[in-house]
């Protein structure tokens, strides 16, 4: 079944599985083309849209608080980035609700099909899905002296898609501030060790 014969279906439907208050933004040319999180290539004029925790193929009602538009997208991606937002939609639904001028704004957000597909198993990762239950694994990719450079070295990171944090350690006189990145699993924890993008990355272990 594709997307226009779901959104067909749950047009009939008035049923709402779960609701959600926070603010959107958006992501277009810059991302056109590139893999998303599913593996799909990144369509800006497709309806679609980035969920920190939903299933991939889940369908959702995003609607603009400042002016009451709606758009159904499904997810495919995974952010925001920022914790502070909740959904991130491609340039077209993005455009259609009047979010695009305003970069950022209070929406709606409703559940009304979610997605049971097996396509979630070719999720690369998840870096906001960490399981609370079982010790995580922290991969150090850089350390400083000082907190203030190791800030810095993060915020240059904000579209690696990774959950970054930067730990303490005391050496005689001296503060040593390790940055790492909290993995889910120890495939997405080998994946980044043996990247080109960390050189000399490895398990930290306190």
Do not use: H
């Amino acid at each position: 079944m594709n997307l226009k014969s779901i959104t067909i279906l749950l047009l009939l439907s008035s049923l709402v599985i779960s609701a959600k208050t926070g603010y959107a933004s958006w992501y277009g040319e810059k991302y056109q083309g590139k893999p998303t999180a599913s593996g799909e290539p990144f369509d800006m004029y497709a309806y679609t849209a980035a969920n920190r925790t939903l299933p991939f193929g889940t369908i959702i009602k995003v609607t603009n608080l400042k002016n009451n538009k709606s758009v159904q997208v499904r997810i495919n991606d995974r952010g925001p980035t920022k914790k502070s937002r909740i959904v991130d939609l491609s340039y077209k639904p993005a455009k259609d609700i009047g979010i695009v001028k305003d970069g950022v704004v209070p929406v709606k957000i409703e559940t009304l099909s979610i997605s049971t597909q097996k396509n979630n198993a070719i999720e690369r990762y998840n870096p906001y899905l960490i399981d609370k239950n079982i010790n995580s694994i922290k991969v150090q990719i850089s350390a400083f002296n000082s907190r203030k450079n190791a800030k810095s070295f993060i915020a240059r990171q904000r579209d690696s898609g990774y959950t970054m944090k930067i730990i303490e350690i005391k050496r005689a006189n001296k503060i040593l501030y390790k940055v790492v990145i909290v993995c889910n699993s120890s495939k997405v924890a080998s994946r980044i060790i043996n990247s080109k993008r960390y050189k000399g990355a490895y398990i930290f272990k306190k």
